[in-house]
């Protein structure tokens, strides 16, 4: 059965994940429902589940609408932000594993950005063009990682050190295009690194062309994304503060 995976550009920067098998869909962080239920029935597919990593409202603003459209999908989310996130009908922690499209996936705390952030992680799969993967929200970004809202250093630097343990090729499905911003920032801070300034040239003509430059892989973060480089929660810190001033500059 064919399997593929989509990545849907919607509002400024948000990317909704949405992986197929056969004629069922499974969507990841819907942060508006039109686009996405018009990308769903122009193929005549149907919506199963929608996996929810945190309860911010440009991940989950969409969940609402689709369920008109679909009211039988699972809505698959962390059991600590039930109050936040009213809608699901599957409770996680970490630890747990859900099974869609005839897939397992594992459920990660990665809580930093907000307390009860989680990511669905694919180990593994026969589908080559899915591949291993992991749903990972606004914790891990490509050449970056998510604000600290409501966790503490600490807990950002024991989240991406949890990615961080994943298999190389395991494919980064973040869900905003920061990578270009992130890339260049991380120039600023390091100018001799030579592998982060060749990404940076590369992430540059893919948007220059239009092109989305998601997902990353985890082999990718590790050698140029500076956070997933810290060695201790104190440099991570020094690094988010960085990172905010020169944002707000």
Known sequence: MHSALHALPVLQDNVVWIWIRGKNAVVVDPAVADPVQQWLTQRALCLIAILQTHHHDDHIGGTPKLLQYWPDAEVI??????????LQTISVSDGDTVNVLGRRLDVMDVAAHTSA??????QRCEDQDIGPLVFCGDTLFAGGCGRLFEGTPQDMHQALRRLAKLPDQTRVCCAHEYTEANLRWAIERCPEDIAITKRYLEVQALRRRGRLSLPSSI?????????MQAKTAEQLADLRIHKDRWHSA
Do not use: K, M, Q, Y
Request: glycine letters at 4%; charged letters at 20%.
């Open 77 to 86: 989310a962390a059991a600590a932000d039930h109050s936040r996130i009213p």
């Open 117 to 122: 952030h989680i990511a669905f992680v694919l």
């Open 219 to 227: 082999g990718l973060e590790r050698r140029t994304n500076l956070f």
